[in-house]
């Protein structure tokens, strides 16, 4: 490919240190400083380095003669905290190469930034941010590039329309090669062309860490680099490429290999020694480890197990350990066969030795993962949580469920790991744990044990029907589920002002307000209205539905829910406009606070309009919310009561909801979805009930939308997710300020 261009008549050079990020010269310096705007180059090239000066000056020296004009690419260097005076290396060349150019000389733009945080994927996220090329080009600092590999990778781009490209990677021996040294070895020092020809890379295949590229956008869209997978001084795994294109095939993403994109990777004399190769190969172990384990659904992976589990979990990889040492290893040096047939089977031996560690060290303590945090979801049996875990899973994070119990071995696993949280538990509703006196002082010391060991705690009150019950078994559950927001560093809450809503100022201070998400088309299919009514066996010419939830009340609350429907019926009969209105009645459950409601059952059997269900069946929701017009929640004046989810279902379904003035219904619904009433007044309840037929409503094609629980469930679980991260932000400070 030839490109025509123009010379550039000025050189331009931004050398620039930050500590945790980049930055580039902005357009307002450039024009103050008299120099013309520059186009935004089509390739960034990017080189992080760590202790390599003479190998990067070689480096620059060949990307300053590309057959590219340079107008066309930008050179973005990282020093990833050298102590060999690199940074300072580069400015005295790039300030040399200046002074020395002529006037007519393309143009030259290079910068030059400092990441003291150790490690190549923050080094290539610091390059991320201050890109501002089309195409990212990561190269290593020890390859010297071809004079038309850009011109090469452009045309490549253009022909293949590719997301990105892989160059092809050729070995510069700076000694000679050893005879013992076959072809199969010589991956291990950097060789990549798995064809002679372009071709787009089949799923099993990777780029190669020292040459490929990647578009900008495609780039961000995937999350940058993963820094518990980077390479890093004492820890030279090598997981980043094969991550980045697991993730970025997980996107649809086109991945090409391109042979004309050539560098050479330098291989110096000290590494073409027997230690070298078998060090290499102990760390490829350790890297496919990471590899599988970034790439695995990690709700078994997270959840830890015993020693003994471990043990068991390890014993194939160290079977295949033995049969190399003792065996395979042994019968080659009895047989006196090559050199390089012996190097390989103790390249093999290292290798698993690298697996078997790794794995070990994974079942004792989870790696800290940036973008990811843990999360142990602690529930009941009897709550129905798969959306909200659906949800944290669509978000790659690590969320492992648990029934009432914290295993030990997921509080030692995700502890603290210097200094950094990584690990949370989450009790959802807690007052719905049933469980004896012993079995909650364990799980009281597991959360002080979690506290100790650097483990958020968060606990989310989405009400519960043991607030506005009475009695000693409610008064136990309330006082347990207290106790528990005393213990957690965040209460998530569906109320809006949680300091009219918490007594105790140590819980509202912690509090924090989450929008509770719609939930339309959580459930199956639901049928008609007639048809859900011939099944309940209610009245063909009944033309409203009131439905009151009586196991989430006490039997006082819907004495009071009957007696305020009676009185509902005697208003409209008397009222000739109304006469003809027939409303119905359902009862559903049983009330919370008794075993045997006869006392309801006596006053439905004089009432034929009222229906009662004592049975409730959660696979029968569908059928009661298409024969429902209105949700009625008679509630007495109790200020902790209230179970949002249920309004907020039956809302989603086009149900007006019937709710008292309390705290948890403020600001749930839209007026037209809500009628609020004083609790515990019967005049109030009967005259919402009234209006409740008036309220009749359809949700618009962008209410449906919002409300849909795919859509409403991902866009909670983002929220969550930032409200867990800030957590583990403030307990990761909080415990680097304790250090002495």
């Not at 944290?392 to 603290?416: E, N």
């Not at 009330?591 to 269900?613: C, E, G, T, Y």
Request: proline residues 5%; charged residues 20%.
């Amino acid at each position: 490919m030839t490109i025509h261009h123009s010379l550039a008549h000025s050189t331009h050079i931004s050398i620039r240190t930050r500590s945790t990020g980049a930055f580039r010269t902005s357009s307002r310096e450039l024009a103050q400083s008299g120099q013309p705007m520059l186009k935004p180059p089509r390739f960034s090239v990017v080189i992080c380095t760590y202790n390599r000066r003479n190998m990067m000056l070689a480096l620059l020296a060949g990307l300053r003669r590309q057959s590219l004009p340079c107008k066309y690419f930008e050179v973005i260097v990282v020093d990833n905290g050298s102590v060999d005076g690199t940074f300072n290396a580069l400015q005295t060349y790039l300030s040399t190469d200046v002074l020395h150019r002529h006037a007519s000389e393309e143009q030259w733009r290079v910068q030059c930034l400092l990441e003291k945080r150790n490690g190549l994927a923050y080094a290539r996220n610091t390059a991320l941010m201050a890109a501002c090329g089309e195409v990212l080009v990561f190269l290593d600092d020890d390859v010297l590039v071809d004079r038309y590999f850009l011109e090469h990778l452009w045309r490549a781009y253009e022909e293949t329309g590719a997301d990105a490209i892989g160059g092809r990677v050729d070995l510069h021996w700076e000694s000679p090669r050893p005879y013992w040294l076959n072809d199969d070895l010589l991956e291990v020092f950097g060789y990549y062309m798995p064809f002679r020809s372009r071709t787009r890379l089949p799923e099993a295949l990777n780029f190669s860490n020292s040459c490929f590229s990647v578009k900008r956008t495609a780039l961000q869209r995937v999350g940058g680099f993963s820094p518990f997978l980077t390479k890093r001084l004492h820890n030279p795994v090598n997981v980043e490429t094969v991550d980045l294109c697991r993730r970025l095939r997980e996107q649809q993403y086109a991945l090409w290999y391109e042979p004309s994109a050539l560098v050479l990777h330098r291989v110096s004399r000290a590494r073409l020694s027997r230690p070298f190769l078998v060090g290499r190969a102990y760390w490829q172990g350790r890297s496919d480890i990471l590899a599988h384990y970034a790439a695995a659904k990690y709700t078994h992976d997270t959840a830890g197990g015993s020693f003994l589990q471990t043990l068991f979990s390890l014993w194939p990889e160290v079977k295949i350990w033995l049969q190399i040492a003792f065996a395979h290893r042994l019968l080659l040096a009895l047989a006196r066969k090559p050199t390089s047939e012996r190097l390989i089977a103790a390249m093999a031996q290292a290798h698993s030795w690298g697996r078997i560690q790794q794995q070990f060290v994974l079942s004792n303590h989870a790696p800290a993962i940036l973008h990811t945090p843990f999360i142990l979801f602690v529930q009941s049996p009897a709550l129905d949580t798969r959306w909200p875990i659906q949800a944290l899973d669509k978000q790659d994070m690590r969320c492992t469920t648990s029934i009432a119990h914290i295993p030990l071995s997921w509080i030692w696993r995700h502890r603290a790991y210097q200094e950094t949280a990584i690990g949370i538990i989450h009790l959802y509703q807690p007052g719905s744990l049933s469980l004896r006196w012993w079995r909650r002082w364990q799980l009281f010391f597991t959360l002080w044990l979690a506290r100790k060991l650097g483990i958020g705690i968060v606990s989310t009150d989405a009400g519960g029907s043991w607030h506005n019950a009475r009695g000693l078994q409610f008064a136990a559950r309330r006082a347990f589920e207290n106790k528990i927001f005393d213990t957690s560093h965040l209460v998530l809450t569906f109320t809006r002002h949680a300091e009219r809503f918490y007594q105790k100022q140590s819980w509202w201070t912690r509090a924090t307000y989450l929008p509770h998400p719609g939930m339309l088309g959580i459930l199956p299919e639901i049928s008609d209205t007639t048809t859900a009514r011939q099944q309940l066996g209610i009245q063909a010419d009944a033309n409203y539905v009131y439905l009151c939830p009586a196991f989430l009340h006490t039997e006082r609350e819907v004495i009071q829910c009957m007696e305020a429907f009676s009185k509902l019926r005697i208003q409209l009969l008397k009222s000739e406009e109304h006469a003809s209105f027939n409303p119905q009645l359902l009862l559903v459950g049983t009330p919370v606070d008794k075993k045997q409601p006869l006392k309801l059952l006596k006053r439905a059997a004089l009432n034929s309009s009222i229906h009662v269900f004592l049975e409730y069946q959660p696979d029968e929701l569908a059928t009661y919310i298409a024969a429902t017009n209105a949700l009625v929640l008679p509630y007495i004046t109790v200020q902790m009561a209230g179970v949002p989810e249920l309004a907020m279902l039956f809302y989603s379904y086009e149900c007006v909801i019937i709710s008292p003035n309390l705290p948890r219904f403020h600001g749930l619904l839209p007026h037209h979805g809500g009628i609020l009433y004083t609790p515990g007044n019967q005049a109030s309840l009967v005259q919402a009930m009234l209006l409740a037929p008036r309220r009749a409503f359809r949700h618009t094609e962008e209410e449906a939308e919002l409300l849909h629980h795919q859509y409403a469930w991902e866009n909670y679980s983002l929220l969550l997710l930032d409200t867990y991260k800030t957590l583990l932000s403030g307990l990761t400070k909080r415990r680097s300020q304790a250090l002495p």
